[in-house]
């Protein structure tokens, strides 16, 4: 009896660490082989993709996600609102903003997060636009 093929593409993942010594870093490699023909020869089709073990970096929040999570992460980034402030002026200095590391002196316009973070305005203004938490609680 022969053996059954199928056009169904099974994804085949391993981990290696061929040269640790080189200071690469550990990858987890996928390989997807298909039974299916690919050319008029008959040839089969396979094709290899690298992840970092790490995970996939956010582009809207900067975290690393694991590939399998990433797509379910970025709807969750991409429909999180973005955190509303309050506006006020500073009326004594009040240590530095994180984001810029410039004190935060008397006169200057700030924003005071839920979580009541102060931050320059023009600096949270700036980190919204890339990220959509607070600098100091990203969770």
Not at 14 to 23: A, K, L, M, R, V
Not at 46 to 59: A, D
Not at 71 to 98: A, F, Q, S, W
């Amino acid at each position: 009896m022969g053996a059954k093929s199928s056009s169904v593409s099974r994804p085949r993942t391993f981990s290696t660490s061929d040269n640790p010594s080189e200071g690469q870093t550990n990858v987890v490699r996928t390989r997807s082989y298909s039974n299916a023909a690919s050319s008029s020869i008959g040839g089969s089709r396979s094709t290899l993709t690298f992840w970092p073990i790490s995970g996939v970096k956010c582009p809207i929040c900067s975290k690393n996600v694991l590939p399998d999570d990433i797509e379910v992460h970025l709807v969750l980034c991409l429909t999180r609102p973005r955190l509303h402030y309050n506006e006020d002026v500073l009326t004594e200095p009040k240590g530095e903003c994180v984001i810029c590391l410039e004190d935060l002196n008397t006169g200057d316009k700030i924003a005071r997060l839920p979580c009541l973070c102060i931050y320059h305005k023009q600096c949270i203004d700036e980190w919204f636009k890339v990220n959509r938490v607070c600098p100091e609680h990203p969770d």
